[in-house]
């Protein structure tokens, strides 16, 4: 079977998430023992590789119990409980929250403060449980609302009050607009933040042109990633032809077709290592 592949130049790990690899991976090279809060990137391929080399996740209950040691904070951020239990059990913190999470975590506590007085509600658009959305309500002292579509806006939001509404960082810019108008449209007086991180709103053109551009499509994200799930959804609808795995092992050479231009593209949590590996495999396969 012939077949021509191209990696997605644009795709790979986004800044935050480099910084955060790059940070522990320094450690681990250094040999300094430390324990990352939550999975670092949502990818279990490259997770495994981190704990090949040292790396040990804790869960928010086990650090609880933790004393002395260092922890790592992945660039989704944590909320503001996580540092008072760092300094009660003398953990050193390894804050590699990303200064775009950072700035937004700011903006949800000042915007908290001015409107909760008035009986103003901050709104979240984003996953609940998410890592992300934690450390953003968090900022509230449990007080913001989060909503993950226009069904649980209707049914969490008080529209006799005012509404400040924010997203999580890595949502759909199409799927906020919609949430928002919702909430305007109910009459209720709304402030609408753009918080959706440029690194993700700005790969969206660009991805359904390749996406568009290409007879098939492998998508490569672990299953966890929030923005795994907006970046495929993107991609299949404008290539129905969009197969999403989380690693090479998962590639279905059937659904390929002879004369196929393949594109590889991915999450902002998916390595560029691990594109190039599913690269080989396909280019290799071309060759026999
Ligand atoms: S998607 Fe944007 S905000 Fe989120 S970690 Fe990456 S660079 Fe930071």
């Known amino acids: 079977m012939k077949l021509s592949v191209e990696i997605d130049p644009r795709s790979g790990f986004c800044n935050g998430v480099v910084r955060a690899v790059e940070k522990a ?10 324990y990352s809060l939550g999975a670092i990137v949502h990818n279990s391929v490259e997770l495994e590789r981190l704990k ?31 540092y008072r239990t760092a300094e009660r059990n003398n953990l050193k913190i390894i804050d590699c929250t990303c200064p775009v999470v950072l700035q937004l975590q700011k903006k949800v506590r000042e915007v ?14 984003g996953k609940t449980g998410h890592a992300e959305v934690n450390g953003l309500v968090g900022q509230t002292d449990g007080g913001a609302i989060v909503v993950d579509s226009i069904e649980t806006a209707a049914r969490k ?7 400040a509404l924010f997203s999580q960082t890595t949502k759909g810019a199409a799927e906020y607009a919609e949430v928002a108008d919702f909430i ?4 209720t007086q709304v402030e609408v933040f753009d918080t959706i991180c440029k690194q993700v709103s ?15 499509v492998v998508f490569v994200s672990g299953r966890e990633s929030s923005n795994g799930k907006v970046l495929f959804d993107l991609c299949s609808s404008v290539n129905p032809r969009c197969y999403r795995i989380e690693n090479v092992s998962q590639i279905d050479i059937s659904v ?19 594109l190039e590996e599913i690269f080989v495999y396909l280019r290799d396969i071309t060759e026999q």
């Open 202 to 216: 700005q790969r969206y053109e660009h991805l359904r042109q390749f996406a568009a551009d290409h007879s098939a």
């Open 256 to 274: 390929f077709r002879d004369g196929d231009n393949v594109g590889i593209c991915g999450a902002t949590s998916t390595p560029k290592w691990q």
């Open 184 to 187: 305007r449209k109910s009459g």
């Open 52 to 82: 090949a080399k040292g790396l040990e996740i804790i869960s928010a209950q086990e650090l609880e119990t933790l004393h002395d040691k260092s922890v790592l904070i992945r660039a989704h951020g944590e909320p503001p409980r996580t």
């Open 112 to 125: 908290y403060h001015r409107i909760a007085p008035q009986g103003g509600q901050v709104v979240i658009f």
């Open 157 to 163: 939001i008080d529209f006799t009050r005012p509404v």
């Open 25 to 34: 991976e320094s450690y681990l090279r250094q040999g300094e023992k430390f």
